[in-house]
């Protein structure tokens, strides 16, 4: 289907269902009356996001059951509905519930002065994410990117009465423009090679003349730069402790765990559509150049992110730097990948649903989105009242709290990678698969910054059991940051003790070929 007819709205729901709810939600906000307490706002928001995801699951109830043949079109293939998308927004809309119930209560007026717009402000957010995800189609890609990024800049700078904040907000908005310049910049380029914006005609064009392949070279070093930042992979990722450090802690968490994972939805269709395979039917394998530079990417992220956490002192900080490793290890999905058919350059059908890798990367982006959230939610009920934010804020925590503190170290074993949790076998499947495709080094440099990860990721645990506070401020304790904090705990050991259910899930779901390029 092409042109956007009124009956094809119904497939839009999910994106109407937040649009709708945002603009209602900040009338409400604006007629309500001061004393009233904003929690409504967060209540209303939370009901507005479980029905964009009930719309979610239910347009891909007959992709999965296999009712309906074809994957959903619009607007002349710019916007697809199909099992890759649903699954990713199922992802960010869980994220984005779980980010709101843990802000519900929590926050206080000293964090961000008007807790409404926090509330109103996500959902476009996560609006912006569903539109990458689902984005087959440059131009719609990028008003999403913008979308989900300039609500991300604001949301940073409602904690006005915090200078820290404020200079994040700034950095953030400096170095997230320029980022956008340079995925811009690599998109006219494809848009001057191939002249289409359209992901799936292009790679079809792409092929035609090696000659192309310099510029071609030129355009996805911009992309993948950009898209870097977004994701807050080194060498990119300057910006991200200060932000982290200056942003309320649900606005830290939701830059940590929603905005990445739309980062990574995006980056894993664009990579996988455009350009994966690409000269394998001339004497110029371009693609493997262009997946060695997500090598040495990824590789860099988990040198660098590990080694810089090691130092922190700041727990903020600290996930910051966490934040920037685990984007390396998501990284590690995307560029393994099945040798291409050198006699068929549009081979993507021929291969399985497997080799993709899909099903590994969608696991260990589930459990880091639960880890994330998780580990924030007890950095808000630990430091929400002492405004305390160095590690030393969980000092004996086991002694005052034991059941919170049960719950942190079932967090921090999935984010360190014990066995048995979520983050274990997420890092092992990738790890196998690694090592499968005969990356020796970049699996050894996964091995090593795991095992330095320990350090940090346990500085935690000695602090609430080893150490004791003098002036241990009382904890934030609301039922759903209390609620929050053991979904994340106990959903992330469910995943170490059912993880081939799961994987098998995602593959029974998602057909590789015929998802990305049918």
């Not at 509330?119 to 440059?138: D, H, K, N, Q, V």
């Not at 590990?306 to 934040?323: C, D």
């Not at 320990?454 to 080893?466: G, N």
């Amino acid at each position: 289907m092409e042109r956007l007819q009124a009956s094809d709205l119904i497939y839009l729901a999910p994106e109407l269902t937040l649009v709708i709810s945002a603009i209602v939600i900040s009338l409400i906000d604006l007629l309500l009356p001061r004393r009233i307490n904003r929690d409504l706002i967060g209540w209303l928001s939370l009901l507005g996001i479980a029905g964009s995801a009930a719309f979610v699951v239910f347009h891909a109830m007959p992709l999965v059951n296999g009712s309906d043949s074809q994957t959903i079109s619009l607007l002349y293939d710019s916007y697809r509905v199909d099992d890759f998308a649903n699954i990713l927004k199922l992802i960010l809309l869980g994220g984005g519930v779980l980010i709101t119930l843990m802000s519900i209560g929590a926050v206080k007026d000293s964090d961000i002065q008007h807790r409404g717009e926090y509330y109103y402000l996500l959902l476009p957010a996560l609006i912006g994410g569903m539109i990458m995800a689902s984005s087959a189609e440059l131009i719609t890609l990028y008003v999403g990117l913008e979308v989900l990024s300039i609500t991300s800049y604001i949301l940073v700078a409602l904690r006005k009465n915090h200078t820290g904040a404020t200079e994040g907000a700034f950095k953030y908005l400096v170095t997230g423009s320029i980022a956008s310049a340079f995925i811009l910049y690599g998109m006219s380029f494809l848009y001057g090679i191939t002249s289409t914006t359209q992901i799936q005609y292009m790679r079809h064009m792409l092929d035609v003349d090696s000659s192309i392949f310099p510029l071609l070279y030129i355009s996805y070093i911009l992309m993948i730069g950009g898209f870097a930042f977004k994701i807050a992979a080194a060498p990119f990722h300057t910006w991200a402790a200060d932000v982290y450090q200056g942003a309320a802690t649900p606005v830290t968490t939701f830059l940590a765990a929603v905005s990445k994972a739309a980062g990574f939805a995006i980056l894993f269709r664009v990579v996988y559509v455009t350009f994966f395979g690409l000269g394998s039917n001339t004497i110029v394998p371009v693609h493997h150049d262009l997946f060695s530079v997500l090598m040495v990417l990824a590789a860099a992220a988990m040198i660098l992110g590990n080694t810089m956490a090691l130092k922190e002192k700041n727990i903020k900080r600290l996930m910051a730097y966490s934040g920037v490793a685990n984007a390396g290890y998501l990284l590690v999905p995307i560029l393994n990948h099945p040798l291409p058919i050198l006699n068929d350059p549009y081979f993507l059908y021929h291969t399985t649903k497997h080799e993709s890798m899909f099903s590994e990367f969608i696991y260990y982006l589930i459990a880091y989105v639960l880890m994330n959230i998780g580990m924030f939610a007890a950095i808000m009920m630990v430091t929400g009242k002492s405004r305390n934010e160095e590690l030393s804020a969980f000092a004996g925590l086991y002694y005052r709290a034991p059941a919170t503190a049960a719950a942190i170290i079932l967090i921090v074993l999935s984010l360190a990678g014990i066995p048995i949790t979520g983050g274990f076998f997420g890092k092992f499947f990738i790890l196998f698969g690694t090592i499968q495709s005969q990356i020796y080094w970049l699996a050894a440099v996964m091995i090593i910054t795991s095992v330095i990860s320990y350090y940090y990721y346990f500085a935690i645990v000695r602090q609430m059991f080893m150490r004791s506070s003098f002036h241990a401020a009382e904890l934030t304790r609301t039922i759903p940051l209390t609620a929050v904090l053991w979904i994340c705990a106990l959903a992330g050991v469910l995943m170490g003790f059912f993880p081939q259910w799961l994987v098998g899930a995602i593959e029974s779901i998602f057909h590789y070929g015929y998802d990305l390029f049918g």
